[in-house]
């Protein structure tokens, strides 16, 4: 049997494909193997090309109608068919909500072991994947490796940059597998709200939390992310309990990490410090003194929202007009 | 008349854990242990389907021997039926180990319609174990689901992914991870407590489900934990004061702006 070498990058979402081939390139130098990029889909030939100038060394195309509908079970026969054939020694799968349970039944057919939302990823002096991930909801950062192969991790949208294109040649290999058909069938599906502008993105985000009382009463917050050039987020309670909006900064939500983080009356439960602590500067404004979002802050204020917020963004208007 | 299994975890509480100052080591040994959130929210789907289908729910957790207390709730929550597979060698399992000694209990257990999982746990939050489960047995998966029904031999689920809600449907037998919004978990009255200790409790050894101790715990694992210490927190923690709303605004928006930010 031929030994386990190369670094594989594989995901549905685009973005996030490309932020983990720049990680790829890292890992793959380290240990003098090759990157290559599994590309599933239906009339995606087209786009091999470009991987390689985001470097790519290979990449594996399968181009087939059965991935249309983005159903598990095409995926999951395609990889696993693929790594039982040519045995990479890494795999960086996406982390989206599809992408995970992708990662999980995969590694089972593959009997290995899974690190689930990566966001360090290293290779130690044995040539050994080192992982690190958060655990207990945001109160400890687990450091954890591999005693099988392929290594398998999957990595957050956001976690690293996206690569810069570069003029470098490569290789693009078709294959052909006999995919499976899916256990489950699609019978509807919904649209969700999708905002504009996707948080991640964001440079400087005014979040809120339960003690902005109304929906309304968001105008104020976003009048001061307008006046700052940034965007406006919100905890979990508001989306799933108050249902004002559709997602959410924190562990099952979105992950953020802006140069400035606006903390508005949210009290900081460990979840949603885990979607914003690597925010470079943190202000956090809340009533109670006792709130947890104060020990991850920089700047500390205790008083009313309702009385900071207006009256700061009136000072940064004037002070900004002088 | 369906006959759910719900694999539960007995998770560390996480509000309640501690930090050593000095080696940013987790102190989690004194931490009180719960059924891990959205696993209760699993629970409680199935009772609810229980109580509006009949059948049968059973519990199942593998665990250290502690988690008696915490399947002692399961029942009361309405649980017919508990079973505790545990054994000293399990310690520091990953998630391909839990799935595989999970299958081998699920089997033992005999027939069943529906596997009901939260998400994810509190604690890890890897979201592995019920897909993995679901792989070894060869049932359909259906994950993140926010509303479950059941129709003749099938399992309709809406499942909330990141950029729409998709409504499927799996023929049964067949898994599937629930998420927080689909249910508020009931809290046990005192007869419903006292009605859980006359249940039937059942407890294996890994020996009884014919699962081999070397193929478990560290040594069985394909991950391995290294170290687990608290983030760093390295913030500066400055107050901003003054006497009035007005000047504690004009001193945060001095900070502010000599930090580089509202340039324009």
Known sequence: ?322 | MPRIIVCLKQAVDVNHIKVDPTTRRLITADAPKKISDFDKNALEEAVRIKEKLQGEVVALTVSAEDAKTTLREALAMGADKAYLVTDPSFQDSDALITSHILAQAVKKIGSFDLILCGEATIDSYSAQVGPRLAERLGIPVITYVRKLSLEGNHVIAERSLEDRFEVAKARMPALITVIKEINEPRIPSLPDILKASKKEFVTWSLDELGVSKEKVGITGSSVQILEVLAPKGERKQIKIEGENPHEIAENLAKALIQKGFARR
């Open chain 1, 1 to 322: 049997m031929n030994e386990f070498k190369s670094v594989w990058v594989f995901s549905e979402n685009r973005d996030l494909m490309l932020e983990m081939l720049c990680k790829g390139r890292e890992l793959a130098d380290k240990l003098q193997t090759e990157l290559a990029v599994i590309l599933l889909g239906c009339k995606i030939k087209d786009q091999a090309e470009i991987l390689i100038k985001y470097g790519a060394d290979k990449v594996y195309v399968v181009d087939d109608p059965k991935f249309e509908k983005l159903q598990t079970e095409p995926y999951l026969s395609a990889l696993t068919n693929l790594a039982t054939r040519y045995r990479p020694e890494i795999i960086l799968i996406g982390s989206t909500k599809r992408g995970k349970e992708l990662a999980a039944r995969l590694t089972t057919r593959l009997e290995t072991g899974l690190v689930s939302d990566a966001f360090k990823l290293e290779i130690d002096e044995n040539k050994r994947l080192i992982a690190t991930r958060i655990v207990y909801s945001g109160n400890g950062v687990a450091t954890e490796t591999y005693q099988t192969k392929p290594q398998v991790a999957t990595v957050q949208p956001r976690t690293f940059e996206k690569p810069k294109l570069m003029e470098r040649k490569g290789q693009v290999v078709e294959v052909n597998v006999t995919l499976e058909e899916p256990k489950t069938e699609v019978i509807e599906i919904k649209p969700v709200e999708v905002k504009k502008v996707r948080i991640e993105d964001a440079r400087i985000i005014v979040s809120g939390g339960r003690g902005v009382e109304k929906k309304e009463d968001f105008k104020m917050l976003e009048d001061l992310a307008t006046l700052l050039g940034g965007y406006v987020g919100n905890t979990r309670p508001l989306a799933e309990d108050r249902k004002w909006f559709s997602e959410w900064v924190g562990l099952s939500g979105k992950k953020v990490k802006p140069d400035l983080y606006v903390a508005c009356g949210l009290s900081g439960v460990i979840q949603h410090i885990a979607g914003m602590r690597d925010s470079k500067v943190i202000v956090a404004i809340n009533k109670d003194q006792e709130a947890p979002i104060f020990q991850v802050a920089d700047y500390i204020v205790v008083d009313d929202i309702y009385q900071i917020v207006p009256a700061l963004t009136e000072a940064l208007r004037k002070m900004l007009k002088s």
